[in-house]
């Protein structure tokens, strides 16, 4: 049994020796929309992200996935009171990637697509029984646009178009479309 670990290791490693592994911590902005199936509207707010992309491939094509805390700014607006707060997930992408040129050069344009799975965390400064009309989980899908900049500084720009439903109420769909602006580095 060591012997079966001790190679799935070796060869584990062995890979990812052969791959190009890149670390991207940054930074995010802003603006979200939830589309609705029925006459209901809510205006768009501010969205912030702060997380970590790790790209791993060889050539041009890549996988990217990472981790992300993300906090959209909410107002609750009901016939006897009116809250504002945050509802914050936790953002899990899983992309494919593509280098359209200078990957290792000191400008990289990049192309990304593919699935955000979000995680319900928590609310703040809502009324309580918000916590129940947030779905725990839901998808989107994601198309990415970003450049690395002297091989360090990565600029970015992700749309997010929800493929799942973000509230818990039966009669009513809404999903969520964000834009994002992201600033960070690349190692």
Not at 156 to 177: C, T
Request: hydrophobic residues 40%; aromatic residues 16%; glycine residues 10%.
């Amino acid at each position: 049994m060591n012997k079966i670990f001790l190679f799935l290791f070796l060869c584990c490693f062995a890979s990812l020796n052969a791959q190009n592994i890149k670390f991207n911590p940054k930074l995010g902005f802003g603006f979200y929309d939830i589309a609705f199936s029925e006459d209901q509207e809510i205006d768009g707010k501010l969205m912030l992200t702060i997380g970590s992309d790790l790209r791993v491939g060889s050539k041009s094509l890549f996988f990217n996935t990472g981790l992300h805390l993300s906090t959209d700014g909410f107002t609750d607006d009901g016939t006897t009171f009116q809250d504002e707060g945050s509802l914050t997930f936790i953002r899990v992408p899983t992309q494919l990637g593509w280098y359209v040129f200078g990957r290792e050069k000191n400008f990289a344009l990049l192309l990304k697509g593919g699935l955000t799975h979000n995680f319900y965390a928590f609310q703040k400064n809502l009324s309580p029984d918000a916590d129940e009309l947030i779905k725990k989980y839901n998808l989107a899908t994601t198309f990415g646009l970003g450049t690395d900049v002297f091989k360090y500084i990565h600029v970015g720009l992700d749309i997010d178009l929800g493929l799942s439903n973000y509230f818990d109420l039966d009669p009513i769909e809404g999903k969520k479309v964000a834009v994002l602006f992201n600033i960070g580095a690349t190692f």
